[in-house]
C-alpha cells in the first residue's frame, strides 16, 4: 500500500492554508462526486475493510479544502483522493498555458500570477552542493541539456523526504532557490512517489519516481556522470521503418492513438511487405502512451502462433459515461480522415447499447473468448516488443498477446501498467480546471498487472543503445 494511501489523514491535518479565489471544497466535492457515480474501480478500493478509512480521508480532505491557499494547494488535495485507488488512468492533471519568455508582457503576468508568487523556496547553502556516489540520491543533477540544475537535498517533513530545488536555470521562468521536485520515498521499494513541477510551474504526480544509479525520474543526470543518456527513453519519438541488417527489419510505433490512424496504416502498408521476407522483426514500442488497440492487431501478422484467449471486461454504464461516448462519437463523425464509416458506425453502437442498459450496472464489452486468426505464410521466425515503463495502455495489449505467443520476445523493463481499467474520459474540474481522467471498464485478470506492469523475459541495461542489445539478442537467437 504506497505513501498516500497509509498517511494521507494523519499528514494533511499539518497543512496550513489561506483563502483563494477558487473554493478548493467545490473543486473536491467534484472530483468526489464524479468518481463515486463513475469510477468502475470504486467498489473494488471501497470495501467493507476500507471503508471507514476512505470516509476518515474524505473527510480530512474536506475540511482542509476549505482553506486552501492556491492552486498548487488544492491540486495536491484532490491527487490525495485520486491516488487513494488502485487505477493508473484515472487521474488529475493541472494544465496551465504556454508561457513564450520572449514576450516580456506574458513574462510579467507570470510573475505577477499566484502560482509563481506562492512557489516554495529554499535558502540553499554551499554544503547544499556537494556531489555523493552514484547510488546515493542526494547531490547536483543536470537535464541532458543542461536546462536545469537541481540540488536533491533532505528536506523531511510529514509529506515529503527530499526537495530538487533550483541551483541555475535557463528558462526565465525559474530562479536559484525554487523547489522544483518534492520527493517521498515508497515503502518496502526502492520508487519513490514525487510531485515535479513543469517548466510553466505546472505540478504532475508521478507514482513511481525511479532512482538509478545517478539517473533520477528518467531525465534528471547526476553532474559527475560521463554519459547521460537513459537508453530505456533514448529514442526518436517517431514512426519509422528501417532493415537493421539483411535479417532483422525494425519498426517504430510511437503511438497506437486513433487521431494518427491515416500514419499507422501508411506505415504498415509500406512496411509490411519488406517484413514479411525478413526472418526477424523489432517492433519498437518505447514511450508508446496506448490509444486504439485496433492500431495494434495488423501486428498479429507476425506474432500469432495460436488462438489468444482474451480477458473479460466490463463497461460501467452511468449518465456521465454515456455523455462522454457521445462526445467521443462527435468528434469521431468530424474526421473523417482516421475514422472509417465503420469506426464511426461502431461508436454510434456503442452509444446505443449503454442507452438501452441499465444504469450504474455492468454490462458486457469482452466475454474473454478467443481470438482466431489465419493468415498466410511468411517468413518472420521471431518477434521482439521492445518497450519501456511509458508503454501504457493500448500499447501493454501486443504484450499480453507475446505472452501467448511462441514467436515473441518481450525485452526492455516493466511496462506502465495501464491495464486494470480502461477507456478513460477527462473532464475540466469546475474553477481552477483541473482535468481528472476516470476510466469505464474494467477488467477481470489484467488488473493484476496494474501500477506494477508487464515484465519483460529480458531486461535490458542502459550500458548502451537499447536497439543494439536487442540486436545482439535476436543475434545470439539465430546462432
Known sequence: MNFFKIAIVVFIANLSFAQNDCNCRTELDFVIGYYERNLPGFKDNVTPKTKSY??????????????????????????????????????????FPAIDENDQNQLQIFYNSKIYQSRESYPIQEDDLAQYPLNDIRGVYQTKDSTYTIAIIPDKNTLRDYIGVIIDSKSKLWK?????????????????????????????????????NGILGGNWFKTSLANRINYALNVDNSFAFRKVNDTIAYLKIPTFSGGQNAKIDSLYAASFPIIRKTPYLI?????????????????????????????????????????????????VKKD???????????????????????????????????????????????VVLLYNRNCGSSCETPLFWAMQSSKTILVGENSGGFVGYGEIGRVPTPCYGFSLGCTMTR??????????????????????DWVEQTVQLLTKVQD
Open 54 to 95: 476512505y470516509n476518515s480521508l474524505k473527510a480530512t480532505l474536506l475540511a482542509k479544502a476549505g482553506n486552501a491557499s492556491n492552486k498548487t494547494a488544492c491540486f495536491k488535495l484532490l491527487t490525495y483522493y485520486v491516488e487513494f485507488f488502485k487505477d493508473n488512468h484515472s487521474s488529475i492533471r493541472m494544465r
Open 283 to 331: 517492433v519498437d514500442l518505447r514511450n508508446n502512451g496506448g490509444g486504439n488497440d485496433g492500431n495494434a492487431h495488423p501486428l498479429l501478422e507476425f506474432m500469432y502462433t495460436n488462438p489468444i484467449k482474451g480477458d473479460k471486461v466490463d463497461l460501467y454504464v452511468t449518465k456521465d459515461n454515456i455523455k462522454m461516448w457521445e462526445r467521443w462519437y462527435n468528434d
Open 176 to 212: 536559484k532557490g525554487h523547489i522544483k521536485l518534492e520527493i517521498k520515498r515508497k515503502e518496502n521499494t526502492s520508487g519513490y512517489e514525487t510531485f515535479v513541477y513543469l517548466r510553466n510551474h505546472a505540478m504532475r504526480f508521478y507514482n513511481n519516481y525511479t532512482f538509478d
Open 336 to 382: 473523417t480522415k482516421n475514422y472509417s464509416k465503420s469506426d464511426i458506425d461502431w461508436f454510434k453502437r456503442q452509444v446505443m447499447i449503454q442507452k438501452k442498459a441499465k444504469l450504474n450496472s455492468f454490462i458486457p464489452r469482452s466475454k474473454g473468448s478467443k481470438m482466431r486468426r489465419n493468415y498466410k505464410a511468411n517468413t518472420v521466425k521471431k
Open 443 to 464: 477488467y477481470r485478470e489484467h488488473r493484476k498487472y496494474e501500477a506494477e506492469g508487464i515484465p519483460p523475459d529480458y531486461y535490458l541495461t542502459n550500458d548502451n
